[in-house]
């Protein structure tokens, strides 16, 4: 099964306006992270913003929050005013914990490739 | 800014040749990670390694794959015998664990494998 769903291939939006990436994942374990990652045509992974599943408040990190609705296992990335220099491939992650307590695992969405239109 | 960083950048080789890809994690981290990513597709886990052994691999990482620590600073990647679909972008990764102070899994630049 699918840990990370991202349902939106592409996305456009116009500079200065807001824009929500959706993101929904599958777990039945209760310590999770949720991650969200910019990768721009040069093929770097640059981290945006995290959250623990026991934050009570969702994450904010500059023009970049994350709306945490855990009941409904969504973890939505929201850019406030959008800049030229967005204009990337977006993708969402969860961190589980292994079972031996060895440490983690990364599950990547397919991710959403965002346009910003002046 | 600590930063995770790889060589080469890019590295092309002839199908069934062996190929070394290097990174040198961030030097207080404890858990380093390995990733592929095909052109255009998404982000695939390989490997994680905690305690100068592997925790978790996934199905893409067969016999031909390795890893290794070899001197307590470089984190190696092997490919015994290339095939053509072997050509990616490797990405790797550190972590400080959960006492590390920082949940971000820093990303090397990533090395640009071609096999011909």
């Known amino acids: 099964a699918q840990k990370i769903t991202q349902t939106q291939p592409g996305m456009f939006v116009q500079e200065k306006e807001a824009v929500t990436l959706d993101c929904t994942y599958d777990?039945?374990?209760?310590?999770?992270?949720l991650f969200w990652y910019k990768q721009p045509s040069s093929g770097e992974m640059i981290f945006l913003i995290y959250?623990?599943?026991?934050?009570?408040q969702n994450a904010t990190e500059g023009r970049y929050s994350l709306n945490f609705q855990k009941a409904r296992k969504s973890a939505n990335l929201v850019i406030s005013a959008s800049q030229l220099g967005d204009s990337a491939m977006y993708f969402c992650?969860?961190?589980?914990?292994?079972?031996?307590?060895?440490?983690?695992?990364?599950?990547f969405g397919t991710g959403t490739s965002l346009t910003v239109i002046p | 800014e600590p930063e995770v960083t790889q060589t080469p950048s890019h590295q092309v080789t002839q199908m069934g040749q062996e190929v070394i890809l290097r990174c040198v994690p961030i030097?207080?981290?404890?858990?380093f990670y390995w990733y592929r990513q095909i052109l255009g597709q998404k982000v695939e886990f390989l490997v994680s390694?905690?305690?100068?052994?592997?925790?978790?691999k996934s199905e893409i990482f067969d016999d031909q794959f390795s890893v290794e620590r070899p001197d307590g600073s470089n984190f190696t990647l092997k490919i015994r015998s290339t095939k053509l679909e072997d050509s990616a972008m490797y990405f790797c990764?550190?972590?400080?664990?959960?006492?590390?102070?920082?949940?971000?899994?820093?990303f090397g630049p990533g090395t640009r494998l071609t096999v011909l």
């Open positions: 992650a969860i961190m589980l914990p292994l079972m031996r307590g060895t440490g983690n695992q990364f599950y």
């Open positions: 777990t039945s374990d209760p310590s999770y992270g």
């Open positions: 959250q623990g599943s026991y934050d009570q």
């Open positions: 030097s207080n981290h404890l858990y």
């Open positions: 390694f905690y305690n100068n052994e592997i925790s978790e």
């Open positions: 990764a550190s972590w400080g664990g959960a006492g590390g102070g920082s949940n971000e899994q820093f």
